[in-house]
């Protein structure tokens, strides 16, 4: 029986480790493209050992160091963190095989430095999942937009460039500018960064305050970007495909929704939510943005740019579940990151696999490549469902939820906005399905039979595909892991 | 023995001095003296820091001469502190001087140049552990004079030019101060820093003594480049060769720092200072905007030494930001960066040392490209420039969350605001340099260039790992700064 | 009269403010480091002229004589002179270099040709 904190370090010294194995097999190509897949299955190996503790009820903890009183670098998983770690683990086995298939069909250079900074995103992720205190967590939040910078950068032309440092000045500027202060605040305030069930701010911090602080993390946390600090996400599209499909689908952005939650239920509190004037500002703006965002994510002719929008959009549904300040749509909200991770990283695939196969990024020139590769848009059709919430696939249940916890804390507006966002959705993801079916191909296309993207790249989001179906039946398991993370603060 | 370890912190550089000087023959040896005097050095301030950190102090009267006719030497918590950073970076610069040095000073003065540094370094050993008013003069003298001549040893013709800048900003300086200190013996008839404190409480209420306070605190602010007396500064560490860049930027300000502390805590008080005189009005917004404008100025460099240099004063601000919070805890503040700083700087102006030494300069266009060729040299500076910009787990988070919850206890919102968004301004001008050295070509003319040699990787990466050290385990500098701040203040706070 | 019976101030600010304007308004190095010279010369004076004292005589023990000149100063500022020598030997040894490398020693000549690299 290994010890909790061994487990716990484990997880995140195992991408680090990984790391350093491929440094050193840098020279070996096939050799370090295999440590990739090595690196990623043990690390969730490892993550997989603690979920049955923590199904127990158990919460492996763990101090690594404190550098002074009261502020130190902590780590206990909770069910929502092992959820995302789970998530973020489970699908980097998948993204792995197919940025190995990806970087070599679309002939990308800097192989290794690629990988390298996937597994320190990938630690960052960890970090940030298991944190136990808003200071750690603030921590590997940071350490995820440094390394992530190279990949959006990789290319290293004038437009990954120019994205990039889109990227890394909106990110280091909402948590510089305003969640650090926030962190700062909440210190001094309350006394303690610790997340702690029912929150900390209760009775520390009197609610005029609180509301301004709300604010202050909400928009600090620019990983869920809210509008108007939404721009680095379209801007990170610049990156290869497999980084926008582990990173800015899954890890990166759910990162920051995630620190919402957590914000919001461990250091706010629910109740305390509920006495704030700012909470439903946030939750309007929230609804603002998962509106808009669908609104500019249907002019969008850029297949990877209309999916960026449509993350935008889909993140504000979480953040919306949280500042519905009600458990069924903070569940929801929990369930949804899972359930859009893996629609989200079906469709990045996709277009990732149409991208290498035919070298096309415009929807308008996807015309009629339905024919010559039949299993990418079965799969990406499969992914937009569970997108937009449709059986049979899990997107339905965090939709229901949320759909619930709108109605039953009487915001019949966001209820309203939710079901105008569910058909935006259909408005903007299933046409290119449908004309790649359909429609018949351009010029010069025609012919030549099924030619589909490598196998590496086809498996990998045939697999998610699969997933977004079976999520529709594990979606009970699912919420009973996220219970306890709600139940103690009141209400079940 | 140890009774003398006070008197030997600065005779063993002294006497090393002219004993290189007639080494200037065998460059070698030469520098391996000198790396001799300043190892002993260090292991001396060592001691000191350990004899006095349970708050005590040591008197050593030099010659036998008891006070107020004799000099005195006196160590506490603070000045040992001092003497820590000065011994630390002249003990990690010297290994990294030999090659560094050789490539950028003429072979027939290697000696002379030795000589100089020691000259230097003994100056600012000597500012810091006397206790009398009139010897800090003297030394303040004798450190300038050896940096005036290092300095002007750069290669570039610039640097003879800004020498003689600094020489006539820093003649004024001292010379400001000679004249406060002239004030304070009229009044008191005592040069001894205790003996100075005891007197002046019957007669601060004078305008001598006023005038000996601003005289003082001018004359020591031109020295320690506090905004708007810094136009020396980015000049002369631009121009400098690269040793001397990294040795002045680390010591020469921190040094000016600690005797603006110990006139305003000890010998005025902090009643006086900040209560009568209220001194923090005036510290502050100089300090801010210290901290903006040279900042913002950085920015728009091409040169990373100059990129650099702007950016030293920008961090004297945030040390007379501290202060000028006028609490223990912003006090602490100052001192923990005076050490945080230290080794920051100094390992990214060796970083810079290093591609100077492969690149024959830093210019943005010289260095683009340069982190494939030169990994390792790179990795430092991004670390230690992670740490200058107040990233957590490194040296200068630690200063930063210190001075944040200084600023915020006494309800300066607006100030941590600023704190935060200068620190994004850091940041810009840091990946001005990383993404010129990482995502762009290298210019068509680049000389084909390897990766730094060992001896000067080793002591760039021996302060840069210090970095991330002491942002990680903070207790041990954090708890040497309080004891620094509570021989100040003169009395155990409850932190 | 008091104020004039300050006069030793009077002169010490004069030559203080003198020098310092010879620093700052003149171009041309070598008169900038005589402007200091002087400029460092009034804080001489000054701390000079604090060590006398009414009916006071030069410090030496002599029968009959109880009231003597302050000496410390006088010491102190005998170093002091020794530095400000040194000073200004390093100032012109730095216009002697600026001279061999500009070929002038005029500031405004300098900072030009300095643009015009």
Not at chain 2, 32 to 45: E, H, N, S
Request: one cysteine or more; aromatic letters at 12%; hydrophobic letters at 55%.
């Amino acid at each position: 029986m290994v010890s909790d904190a061994t487990l716990v370090y484990l997880a995140l010294a195992v991408p680090l480790a990984g790391m350093f194995a491929l440094i050193a097999a840098s020279r070996w190509p096939a050799l370090r493209d295999s440590l990739v897949v090595v690196t990623a299955v043990a690390m969730f190996g490892v993550v997989v050992q603690l979920l049955p503790r923590v199904l127990r009820g158990e919460r492996p903890s763990a101090s690594l160091i404190e550098l002074f009183p009261g502020l130190e670098i902590a780590f206990l998983v909770e069910p929502l963190g092992m959820m995302f770690a789970l998530l973020a683990s489970g699908l980097w086995i998948i993204t792995a095989l197919y940025a190995i298939g990806y970087m070599r069909g679309a002939r990308e250079l800097h192989h290794t430095r690629f990988h390298v900074f996937f597994c320190i995103a990938l630690f960052s992720a960890t970090g940030i999942a298991f944190s136990s205190n808003m200071f750690s967590l603030f921590v590997f939040y940071e350490a995820l937009t440094l390394s992530t910078y190279p990949l959006v950068a990789h290319k290293g032309n004038e437009a990954a460039k120019k994205g990039a440092r889109t990227y890394l000045g909106l990110l280091l500027g909402t948590s510089v500018g305003l969640l650090l202060p926030a962190v700062i605040a909440t210190w001094w305030l309350a006394g303690t960064l610790e997340f702690t069930p029912g929150g900390i701010m209760a009775g520390n911090v009197n609610p005029a305050i609180g509301g301004l602080l709300l604010v202050l993390f909400m928009y600090g946390i620019g990983k869920a970007a809210l509008m108007p600090f939404h721009r680095w996400l379209p801007s990170a599209m610049v990156a290869p495909t497999p980084v926008s499909a582990l990173l800015h689908a899954v890890a990166v952005v759910k990162a920051g929704v995630f620190t919402v939650l957590k914000v919001s239920v461990y250091l706010f509190g629910l109740d305390y939510l509920r006495e704030l004037a700012t909470t439903d500002i946030i939750l309007y703006v929230a609804v603002f943005t998962l509106i808009a965002a669908s609104l500019i994510a249907m002019q969008q002719d850029n297949l990877k740019a209309r999916l960026a929008y449509s993350t935008v959009s889909q993140l504000s549904y979480i953040v919306t579940a949280a500042m519905l300040v009600s458990e069924f749509a903070a569940l929801g909200g929990g369930m949804h990151i899972v359930m859009h991770a893996f629609g989200k990283i079906t469709l990045f695939f996709c277009a990732g696999a149409i991208y290498v196969a035919t070298k096309k990024t415009e929807i308008s020139d996807m015309h009629g490549l339905g024919r010559r590769m039949p299993v990418t848009f079965a799969a990406f059709f499969i992914g937009a469902l569970c997108v937009i919430g449709v059986p049979p696939t899990g997107g339905v249940w965090s939709k229901w939820h949320l759909f619930m916890g709108a109605y039953d804390s009487g915001h019949q507006l966001v209820v309203l906005a939710l079901i105008v966002s569910t058909l935006l959705n259909i408005a903007y993801l299933l046409p290119p399905v449908v004309n790649a079916f359909l429609l018949p191909p351009k010029e010069g296309d025609q012919g030549g039979g099924i030619r589909e993207a490598p196998l590496l790249c086809v498996v990998p989001l045939s697999l998610t595909a699969l997933g977004c179906i079976a999520l529709f039946v594990l979606a009970g398991p699912l919420a009973g892991l996220l219970r306890p993370y709600l139940a103690v603060s009141g209400g079940w | 023995m140890t009774e003398h370890l006070p008197a030997l912190q600065v005779v063993i550089a002294l006497t090393a001095a002219p004993l290189v000087m007639l080494l200037n023959r065998l460059p070698r040896l030469a520098w391996g003296v000198t790396l001799a005097a300043c190892w002993a050095t260090l292991a001396i301030a060592l001691l000191l820091l350990l004899q006095v950190s349970d708050g005590g102090e040591i008197r050593y009267e030099m010659g036998g001469w008891a006070p107020p006719w004799g000099i005195e030497y006196r160590v506490d918590g603070a000045n040992a502190w001092v003497l820590l950073i000065i011994g630390l970076v002249s003990a990690v610069v010297m290994p990294f001087a030999r090659r560094s040095v050789e490539q950028e000073i003429p072979a027939d003065r290697l000696g002379l140049f030795y000589s100089a540094f020691l000259l230097a370094n003994a100056g600012l050993l000597g500012i810091a552990i006397t206790n009398d008013a009139f010897n800090i003069f003297v030394f303040f003298e004798i450190s300038a004079l050896a940096s005036y001549a290092l300095i002007a040893m750069g290669r570039d013709r610039r640097a003879v030019l800004s020498s003689y800048q600094y020489l006539i900003m820093g003649t004024i300086g001292t010379t400001f101060l000679l004249i406060g200190i002239g004030f304070l013996y009229i009044m008191t008839g005592t040069l001894n820093l205790s003996d100075l404190a005891t007197r002046l409480e019957g007669v601060t209420d004078t305008r001598t003594i006023r005038a000996a306070f601003g005289f003082i605190a001018v004359g020591i602010s031109l020295k320690l480049a506090l905004f708007p007396l810094h136009l020396w500064l980015p000049n002369a560490y631009s121009y400098a060769p690269s040793m001397v860049t990294v040795f002045l930027s680390a010591t020469a300000t921190k040094v000016a720092i600690y005797v603006l502390l110990r006139f305003v805590y000890t010998v005025f008080g902090f009643e006086f200072s900040f209560v009568e005189l209220s001194m923090a009005w005036v510290l502050m917004p100089l300090a801010l905007l210290g901290i903006v404008i040279p900042s913002l100025v950085a920015v728009f460099q091409d040169d990373v030494k100059r990129l650099l240099a702007y950016s030293s004063v920008a961090q004297v601000g945030y040390m007379i930001l501290g202060i000028s919070l006028a609490s223990a805890l912003g006090l602490m503040a100052s001192t923990v960066h005076l050490f945080n700083h230290a080794i920051t700087k100094a390992a990214l102006f060796m970083a810079v040392g290093c591609l100077v030494y492969r690149l024959g300069g830093v210019s943005l266009s010289r260095v683009a490209g340069a982190a494939e060729r030169m990994p390792w040299t790179m990795a430092a500076f991004v670390v230690a420039g992670l740490s200058l910009i107040g990233v957590p787990l490194t040296a200068g988070f630690v200063t930063k969350w210190h001075l944040l919850q200084a600023a915020l206890m006494d309800g300066f919102w607006p100030v941590a605001a600023l704190l935060l968004a200068t620190s994004l301004i850091a940041a810009i001008y840091i990946w001005k340099v990383v993404e010129a050295a990482y995502f762009r070509a290298p210019p068509d003319d680049a000389r084909e260039v390897r990766e730094a040699p060992l001896s000067l990787l080793v002591p760039t990466w021996t302060l840069t790992a210090m970095t991330i050290i002491f942002g990680v385990w903070a207790q041990l500098p954090i708890s040497a700064a309080r004891n620094a701040a509570e021989a100040l203040l003169g009395a155990p706070q409850p932190w | 009269m008091t104020w004039l019976g300050l006069y030793n101030y009077w002169i010490v600010v004069v030559l203080m403010m003198a020098g310092f304007y010879i620093v700052i308004a003149q171009g041309n190095l070598v008169k900038k480091i005589i402007g200091l010279n002087i400029f460092q010369t009034s804080a001489f004076i000054f701390f000079i002229s604090l060590a006398w004292r009414e009916d006071g005589t030069a410090p030496i023990v002599l029968p009959g004589v109880t009231a003597y000149a302050n000496p410390l100063p006088h010491v102190l500022i005998l170093t002091a002179i020794v530095v400000g020598v040194a000073l200004t030997a390093m100032g012109l040894a730095l216009v002697v270099r600026i001279h061999e490398a500009y070929g002038s020693i005029e500031e405004d000549d300098i900072h030009q040709q300095d643009e015009e690299r």
